[in-house]
């Protein structure tokens, strides 16, 4: 079973949009990571959410943690096209990162 | 930050044949690092936690045989893919858990077994 679920799957956007990715789950995590993974590549953190309702922004994203610690959503405000990429949430389990299987973005000039 | 890096970063080798991956954190010390597996399309799965002096733990259904894992000093960790298949094609990403327990990811390896 999944214990991260992230949706859309697949996002197509035009340069300029707004956009949000959601990850959800029915367990309650004492944090969450965003990462960003571009093809080749590994994944790089964005950003660690720790406290329920807690609202993070890193330049046109902005990440906020459920208040029940059970979700997480990533916003991007007018997408360009160097968004483009894997967007993965992960939780701690034991020491090692359980990753949601991922949105992948792809934003066009 | 933190670096850890991948060698070799793609390998094309022959079915039958054995192939070793290594991961190294450059600048910091990791009693822990993790391999992960992801094919296309798809997110990553973790297939080890390897421990500096002791065995590997493995996840299920992962087969410690095939997959063998050694993690010799706190600033390596090798994955050595035994007898390759082409269904064992796959990007292979390691990771190394810092003193205070973030990860730091590797750029991967990208195997193709023909």
């Known amino acids: 079973t999944q214990l991260l679920e992230q949706s859309p799957q697949f996002l197509s956007i035009q340069e300029g949009e707004n956009l949000t990715v959601y990850c959800n789950s029915s367990?309650?995590?004492?944090?969450l990571q965003w990462y960003r993974q571009e093809p080749g590549e590994g994944p790089v953190l964005l950003v660690t959410?720790?406290?329920?309702?807690e609202v993070k922004k890193l330049k046109r994203l902005t990440f906020q943690f459920g208040d029940a610690r059970k979700d997480s959503s990533l916003h991007i405000t007018a997408a360009q096209p160097g968004d483009t990429g894997l967007y993965l949430c992960?939780?701690?389990?034991?020491?090692?990162?359980?990753f949601g299987k991922g949105t992948s973005l792809l934003v066009t000039p | 930050g933190a670096v850890v890096s991948q060698h070799p970063s793609r390998v094309i080798c022959k079915s039958g044949t054995s192939v070793k991956i290594e991961c190294r954190s450059l600048?910091?010390?990791?009693?822990?690092m993790f391999w992960y597996r992801q094919f296309p399309k798809q997110s990553l799965m973790l297939m080890a936690t390897?421990?500096?002096?002791?065995?590997?733990?493995?996840e299920q259904g992962v087969e410690k045989d095939k997959f063998l894992i050694n993690h010799a000093s706190l600033t390596l960790s090798t994955l050595t893919v035994t007898s390759a298949h082409p269904e064992d094609s796959s990007f292979y990403i390691c990771?190394?858990?810092?003193?205070?327990?973030?990860?730091?990811f590797g750029p991967g390896t990208r195997l193709t077994v023909l």
């Open positions: 990771s190394a858990r810092a003193v205070n327990n973030e990860q730091f």
């Open positions: 367990s309650v995590f004492s944090s």
């Open positions: 959410v720790v406290t329920g309702g």
């Open positions: 992960a939780v701690i389990s034991g020491y090692a990162l359980n």
């Open positions: 600048d910091f010390q990791a009693t822990t």
């Open positions: 390897s421990n500096e002096g002791s065995k590997a733990t493995y």
